[in-house]
């Protein structure tokens, strides 16, 4: 199982950035794809999740403001993340979870907001 993600950088608050993943070595159309975040000193916290079906979840503080989809044909996977906040800086990474219950994740891509 691979993840490789892309796409981070610097952004002025109120700005934009499209994280991508691409996914390699299983069934990428059976599993549900998730982004995470990690800011400094803090947690990693769930960011947004989609599923085989496209159906998708996300945290309040995202909610209106990220969008998350999918490429089957391409297995990957992207966040579109749009109004940030300085309180978006993070690392971001992308996941999956094996039905067996192993989890991988991509080498994280930094976001960093300025005010």
């Known amino acids: 199982v691979q993840l490789q993600a892309s796409g981070g950088g610097l952004v002025m608050a109120g700005g934009s950035l499209r994280l991508s993943c691409a996914a390699s070595g299983f069934a990428f159309t059976a599993y549900s794809m998730t982004w995470y975040r990690q800011a400094p000193g803090k947690q990693r916290e769930l960011v947004a999740t989609?599923?085989?079906?496209?159906?998708?979840n996300y945290a309040d503080s995202v909610k209106g403001r990220f969008t998350i989809s999918r490429d089957n044909a391409k297995n990957m996977v992207d966040l579109q993340m749009n109004k940030l906040k300085p309180e978006d800086t993070a690392v971001y990474y992308c996941?999956?979870?094996?039905?067996?219950?192993?989890?991988?994740w991509g080498q994280g891509t930094q976001v960093t907001v300025s005010s």
């Open positions: 996941n999956v979870v094996m039905f067996g219950g192993n989890a991988y």
């Open positions: 989609i599923t085989p079906s496209s159906r998708t």
